[in-house]
Nanobody, 127 residues
Framework: EVRIVESGGGVVQAGGSLRLSCQAS????????IGWFRRAPGKEREGVAC????????YYGPSMKGRVTISRDNAKRMVYLQMNNLTPEDTAVYYC????????????????????WGQGTQVTVSS
């Protein structure tokens, strides 16, 4: 059974940082792309960052590019999202997603390409 669990969300002041964690189980982690997406109130789900399958190349969405870093620890089956210089506009539920053998860089722009999702973790940035 595929299981994806996010953690690390919370309330932070503008300008602060958070590190989100994604713990995956139930599938061959090395063969999967892992992505971070977010959904702010009243907005569509958008891609924040992803690491593709096999070669672990990474891509960032436009909304947080330059302020986030994605990293992956295959031995621990973990993916991290370090977020810096947060603003109130970053307030959203952040989701971790996985998809087998996904190697297309456009996957960051297409949430529907991702088949397995966690429940999300709330990030609230106060002004």
């Amino acid at each position: 059974e595929v299981r994806i669990v996010e953690s690390g969300g919370g309330v932070v002041q503008a300008g602060g940082s958070l590190r989100l964690s994604c713990q995956a189980s139930g599938f061959n982690f090395d063969d999967y792309a892992i992505g971070w997406f977010r959904r702010a109130p009243g907005k569509e789900r958008e891609g924040v960052a992803c690491i593709l399958a096999y070669d672990s190349t990474f891509y960032y969405g436009p909304s947080m590019k330059g302020r986030v870093t994605i990293s992956r620890d295959n031995a621990k089956r973990m993916v991290y999202l370090q977020m810096n210089n947060l603003t109130p506009e970053d307030t959203a539920v952040y989701y971790c997603a996985a998809e087998r053998a996904l190697t297309n860089p456009q996957s960051i722009r297409n949430p529907i390409w991702w088949g397995d999702w966690g429940q999300g973790t709330q990030v609230t940035v106060s002004s």
